[in-house]
Nanobody
Framework: AANVVESGGDSVQAGGSLTLSCRASGFRFEDSDVAWYRKVPGGDCELVASFDRAGNFYYKDTVKGRFTISLDNAKNMRYLQMNSLKPEDTALYHC??????????????????????????WGQGTQVTVSS
C-alpha cells in the first residue's frame, strides 16, 4: 500500500537544528504536492511548509527563514531542515502528500489524518521537542 514515513524527530535545545526526513512508498513524490504539518496537543494540525509539483514553496510565517524543504527525487525523499528552533516549534510533525489536492488548500485541519483533511497520504508523525 502507498504510504509516507517520516523520521528525524528529537529533543534539542532552543537555537538548535534538526532535519526531518520523509520517504514515500508506492508513489512518486515528484508527481505529488508534499507538505509538512505539525500538531500540538489540543491544537489544530497546521501546515508548516510545502512544495508543489509546479515548484512552489510555501512556509508558515513563523518559520520563514528558519525552515527549508529540500528534495531528492532519485531517493523519493523530502526533507525539512529546521534551524534556530524555538520552544514553540515543539510538536508532532507529519509528512503529507497528495497528487490532486494542494496542501495550501488545507492550511489548518483538525487532525493530521486523511479522515480529517483532503490530503490523501499521511505519516504517523515524528516528535520534535525544543527546550528553553
Amino acid at each position: 500500500a502507498a504510504n509516507v514515513v517520516e523520521s528525524g524527530g528529537d529533543s534539542v535545545q532552543a537555537g538548535g537544528s534538526l532535519t526531518l526526513s520523509c520517504r514515500a512508498s508506492g508513489f512518486r513524490f515528484e508527481d505529488s504536492d508534499v507538505a509538512w504539518y505539525r500538531k500540538v496537543p489540543g491544537g489544530d494540525c497546521e501546515l508548516v511548509a510545502s512544495f508543489d509539483r509546479a515548484g512552489n514553496f510555501y512556509y508558515k510565517d513563523t518559520v520563514k527563514g528558519r525552515f527549508t524543504i529540500s528534495l531528492d527525487n532519485a531517493k523519493n525523499m523530502r526533507y525539512l531542515q529546521m534551524n534556530s528552533l524555538k520552544p514553540e516549534d515543539t510538536a508532532l510533525y507529519h509528512c503529507a502528500a497528495d497528487q490532486i489536492v494542494a496542501p495550501t488548500k488545507a492550511v489548518k485541519v483538525q487532525y493530521c489524518s486523511p479522515s480529517y483533511s483532503p490530503i490523501l497520504y499521511w505519516g504517523q508523525g515524528t516528535q520534535v521537542t525544543v527546550s528553553s
